[in-house]
């Protein structure tokens, strides 16, 4: 069974330049997390979805922040502008079929930011 | 913030030993998670403990939760250098999941 898929696994940008990073959950799993992990930190939840709706998006920084998930599958996570600030890892999860089972993290996505 | 605390912040023990990282936390919790992370990697599920759940095994893993003191201790036995990792509890209330900053545990060989 593939596990999480994330990419770009690496990206480099000047502040005040968009972003954008894509997950592709395992197949089958209805529940999707985003979340960002600075370092020497836990992972901090931004959104996390159920299909296609968010349902817990109250960690997202909406003012430059945004995500999709189109169909209920794939899910893109978007920073627009960036800030100095936003570096750090932005990793995806899914789980099975409820937030309380366990999640199957991808490799994340490291951002930097200059 | 942050739910889940962990203690130590750091652990440095020799390989064959056993190593006992704690995690406690506020409010009530439906389950409680306990992940392992390598240096530049994603996450990987250990162990998943519910709140009507004392005690679990997992191999050489084994983890408690008690949910009158609110905290729960993961132990891993006999220790090798291959653990070396960071390892982080996550606790599930209501419809949130928080994660705890982490132990970071060194294994020497």
């Known amino acids: 069974e593939a596990g999480v898929v994330q990419s770009p696994r690496y990206k480099i940008i000047e502040k005040k330049q968009p972003v954008a990073f894509w997950c592709n959950p395992i197949s089958g799993h209805n529940t999707l997390y985003w979340y960002r992990q600075n370092l020497g930190q836990g992972p901090e939840l931004l959104i996390r979805?159920?299909?296609?709706?968010?349902?817990?998006d109250s960690q997202l920084p909406k003012d430059r922040f945004s995500a999709e998930r189109l169909k209920g599958v794939d899910s893109t996570l978007k920073i627009q502008p960036a800030e100095l600030g936003d570096s750090a890892v932005y990793l995806c999860a899914s789980a099975g079929r409820t937030y309380q089972e366990t999640q199957y993290f991808g490799p994340g996505t490291r951002l930097l930011v200059l | 913030s942050q739910q889940g605390e962990e203690d130590p912040q750091a652990l440095s023990i020799q390989e064959g030993e056993n190593a006992t990282m704690n995690c406690s936390y506020k409010?009530?919790?439906?389950?409680l998670q306990w992940y392992r992370q390598n240096s530049g990697r994603g996450l990987v599920h250990l162990i998943l403990?519910?709140?009507?759940?004392r005690e679990k095994h997992s191999g050489r893993l084994r983890v408690t939760l008690d949910t009158s003191k609110k905290s729960s201790s993961l132990l891993i036995t006999a220790s090798r250098a291959a653990d070396t990792a960071s390892y982080f509890c996550?606790?599930?209330?209501?419809?949130?999941?928080?994660f705890g900053a982490g132990t970071r545990l060194f294994v020497k060989a």
């Open positions: 979805y159920e299909n296609e709706e968010a349902v817990d």
């Open positions: 403990i519910r709140s009507n759940e």
């Open positions: 409010t009530s919790i439906n389950n």
């Open positions: 996550a606790t599930i209330a209501g419809f949130k999941t928080i």
